[in-house]
């Protein structure tokens, strides 16, 4: 089983609607949760990180955390083309593992008009 | 803020040559991580520095992999020899919180 495990897409939808995509982690003692997007030929970017069981609004994004399911998600709401491009789900190893990072190998995404 | 800085951007070499990749992390940061990605790996963590010391290098492939990070400012990687297999883009990120990294460009590695 790998570590962070997420669709490799594409996921493919509707300039205007909601993207949601999701990951899942086997480490129960993770502790932070991030999404990176990373556009083609580009570095990966952070958009938003996650700490606590929940959800965490930051303009069109909404980070999701269920920390009993080992699942995390991102909406993408108002979805526009610019937002196309593959997200990365990120999470710490380990309760200790603070600095240590694991990587999804990432869902893309394609926003058509 | 400049951001993380890379360099070379590209690098072509031949088999058997010793490469050096470069990175500069963002002022004020105290950790440094170098990645590698590749199509069939993802995107994989090779070592981390915390206040220029090397913390975990348990994601260095072999031998022929080092990394040093002789100031806050400066780190290199270095492959000798290369080998095909290692063409890949090799990120550095820099964090000030140990979790939350941000990446500088990259330098696309083609090993011929």
């Known amino acids: 089983q790998k570590e962070v495990e997420q669709n490799s897409g594409p996921l493919s939808v509707p300039e205007g609607a909601i993207a949601s995509l999701n990951c899942t982690y086997s480490?129960?003692?993770?502790?932070?949760f991030f999404w990176y997007r990373q556009y083609s030929g580009k570095s990966p970017e952070l958009i938003m990180f996650?700490?606590?069981?929940g959800d965490k609004e930051d303009g069109r994004f909404t980070a999701q955390l269920n920390k009993a399911s080992q699942y995390v998600s991102l909406l993408i709401r108002d979805s526009q083309p610019s937002d196309s491009a593959t997200y990365l789900c990120?999470?710490?190893?380990?309760?200790?593992?603070?600095?240590?990072?694991?990587f999804g190998a990432g869902t893309r995404l394609a926003v058509h008009p | 803020d400049a951001g993380v800085i890379q360099s070379p951007r590209h690098e072509v070499t031949e088999m058997g040559q010793e490469v050096t990749l470069r990175c500069k992390p963002i002022?004020?940061?105290?950790?440094l991580f170098w990645y590698r990605q590749t199509m069939m790996r993802g995107l994989e963590l090779l070592i981390y520095f915390n206040n220029n010391v090397p913390i975990d290098d348990s994601g260095m492939p072999e031998d022929r992999f080092s990394a040093k990070m002789p100031n806050a400012s400066f780190s290199t990687l270095k492959i000798q020899p290369s080998e095909p297999r290692d063409s890949a883009v090799y990120f550095c990120?820099?964090?000030?919180?140990?979790?939350?990294?941000?990446f500088g460009p990259g330098t696309r590695l083609t090993v011929t």
């Open positions: 990120a820099s964090s000030g919180d140990p979790s939350e990294q941000y």
């Open positions: 990120a999470v710490t190893l380990g309760a200790g593992g603070y600095n240590k990072l694991i």
């Open positions: 480490d129960r003692g993770s502790q932070s």
């Open positions: 002022s004020g940061h105290d950790y």
């Open positions: 996650i700490y606590s069981n």
